[in-house]
């Protein structure tokens, strides 16, 4: 039985279709991304499974129960969203109890629970402290405690690493992977960030304008991408137009370096950990990330390379629609 099931959802606002007949599910200990750019329907469709959003078609089934037309506090879901609102009145392990105590727990039990989850997140040495009184980050992760803490069989995770460093976004994904390993609950994570989607996640949604592009595991997504618009959506830095509506993708690992023909050099920028350069290539301007030492190979403004034909992929260019 599937920790959630989303079946035809369509949602709109006006005359904006946020959603548009979206059937997506989330098996019990599974995490799945939810990605796409800003203003896609994300946040819609993780408001229209949580219950603060009603929607206009379709079907939302949580641990294979028809919960469509419930009100959120009967829908049993733990939420984490961007504006994770704690009580301010309450200290950090009041405001994980309060979940548990509101489903009937006594306030022992309450309290048991909630310091598993704050040992899950790493701070139970902040149990006695206010919320007023946290970092960021700390906050963040006491909300996650406090979803973790209802016991629920589906988590719902909007942006829940959004306005953290990026030094600690890269710290919580690792530890919300392990995190969620060890649940056993199924998640639907909403992102923006195709990093955080591959770290975090084992499938994921790609959604654009309210639809879904493409379902798959997470590292077969990046690897074939089923189209243009998607691969340049998840960072693949060269997705040239092809011949009849076409788009050739080459990967970083189709490209080999110091071998074969030297090509014109036409532009180069320094970045934070190395060079990139645009390379005229007759399949059109390759950008590529060069290490120090193979920068060092630009010799008289050219740069040899292979493109290995075998890994370039021909896709759909979708990229001027929708
Ligand atoms: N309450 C609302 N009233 C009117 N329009 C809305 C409302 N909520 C969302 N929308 C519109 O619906 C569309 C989808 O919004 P949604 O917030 O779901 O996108 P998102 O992918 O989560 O974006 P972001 O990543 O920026 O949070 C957008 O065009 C948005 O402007």
Same mark, same amino acid.
């Given at each position: 039985?599937?920790?959630?099931?989303?079946?035809h959802?369509?949602k709109?606002?006006?005359?904006v279709?946020?959603?548009v007949?979206?059937?997506?599910?989330?098996?019990?200990? +599974?995490?799945?991304a939810?990605?796409?750019?800003?203003?896609?329907g994300k946040?819609?469709v993780?408001?229209?499974?949580?219950?603060?959003e009603?929607?206009?078609?379709g079907?939302?089934?949580?641990?294979?129960?028809d919960?469509?037309a %419930?009100?959120? +506090?009967a829908? $049993?879901?733990?939420?984490?969203?961007?504006?994770?609102?704690?009580?301010?009145h309450?200290?950090?392990?009041g405001n994980?109890?309060?979940? !548990?105590?509101?489903?009937g727990? *006594?306030?022992? #039990? &309450?309290?048991?629970?909630?310091r598993?989850?704050?040992?899950?997140?790493? %701070?139970e040495a902040? &149990?006695?402290? *206010?919320?007023t009184?946290?970092?960021?980050g700390?906050?963040?992760?006491?909300?996650?405690a406090?979803?973790?803490?209802?016991g629920?069989?589906?988590?719902?995770?909007?942006? !829940?690493?959004?306005?953290?460093? #990026?030094?600690? *976004?890269?710290?919580?994904r690792?530890?919300l992977?392990?995190?969620?390993? *060890?649940?056993?609950?199924g998640?639907l994570?909403?992102? $923006?960030?195709?990093?955080?989607?591959? &770290?975090?996640a084992?499938r994921?949604?790609v959604m654009?304008?309210?639809?879904?592009?493409?379902?798959?595991?997470?590292g +077969?997504v990046?690897?074939?991408?089923?189209t243009?618009?998607v691969?340049?959506f998840?960072?693949? &830095?060269?997705?040239?137009?092809? !011949?009849?509506?076409t788009?050739?993708?080459?990967? #970083?690992?189709?490209v080999r370096?110091?071998?074969? #023909?030297?090509? !014109?050099?036409t532009?180069r920028?320094?970045?934070?950990?190395? =060079?990139?350069?645009?390379v005229g290539?007759?399949?059109?301007?390759?950008?590529? $990330?060069l290490?120090?030492? +193979?920068a060092?190979?630009?010799?008289?403004?050219?740069?040899?390379? =292979?493109?290995?034909?075998?890994r370039?992929?021909?896709l759909?260019?979708?990229?001027e629609?929708?």
């Amino acid at each position: 039985m599937n920790a959630l099931s989303v079946v035809h959802l369509a949602k709109a606002f006006g005359n904006v279709p946020a959603v548009v007949d979206l059937s997506l599910s989330v098996a019990p200990g +599974e995490t799945v991304a939810l990605l796409g750019p800003s203003g896609c329907g994300k946040s819609t469709v993780l408001r229209c499974v949580a219950g603060l959003e009603r929607p206009d078609a379709g079907q939302v089934c949580i641990g294979g129960r028809d919960m469509t037309a %419930l009100p959120p +506090e009967a829908r $049993h879901v733990g939420l984490v969203f961007q504006d994770y609102a704690l009580f301010p009145h309450l200290s950090v392990l009041g405001n994980v109890a309060y979940g !548990p105590r509101m489903r009937g727990a *006594r306030r022992t #039990e &309450a309290e048991a629970r909630a310091r598993e989850a704050l040992a899950l997140v790493g %701070l139970e040495a902040l &149990a006695a402290r *206010r919320t007023t009184e946290l970092s960021g980050g700390q906050a963040q992760r006491v909300a996650l405690a406090r979803a973790v803490a209802t016991g629920s069989p589906l988590l719902l995770l909007d942006e !829940p690493l959004s306005n953290l460093d #990026e030094q600690l *976004r890269a710290r919580l994904r690792a530890d919300l992977r392990d995190l969620f390993a *060890r649940l056993g609950a199924g998640v639907l994570l909403v992102t $923006h960030d195709q990093r955080e989607a591959l &770290a975090v996640a084992a499938r994921v949604a790609v959604m654009r304008a309210g639809r879904l592009v493409q379902v798959g595991a997470a590292g +077969e997504v990046f690897a074939r991408p089923a189209t243009a618009w998607v691969a340049a959506f998840l960072g693949h &830095a060269n997705v040239l137009p092809g !011949p009849g509506g076409t788009a050739r993708l080459i990967p #970083e690992d189709a490209v080999r370096l110091g071998e074969g #023909e030297a090509f !014109p050099v036409t532009a180069r920028q320094t970045t934070d950990t190395g =060079t990139e350069v645009m390379v005229g290539h007759p399949l059109g301007p390759l950008t590529l $990330h060069l290490s120090p030492r +193979e920068a060092a190979d630009i010799c008289g403004g050219r740069l040899r390379l =292979t493109v290995d034909p075998a890994r370039v992929l021909t896709l759909p260019d979708d990229r001027e629609t929708a």
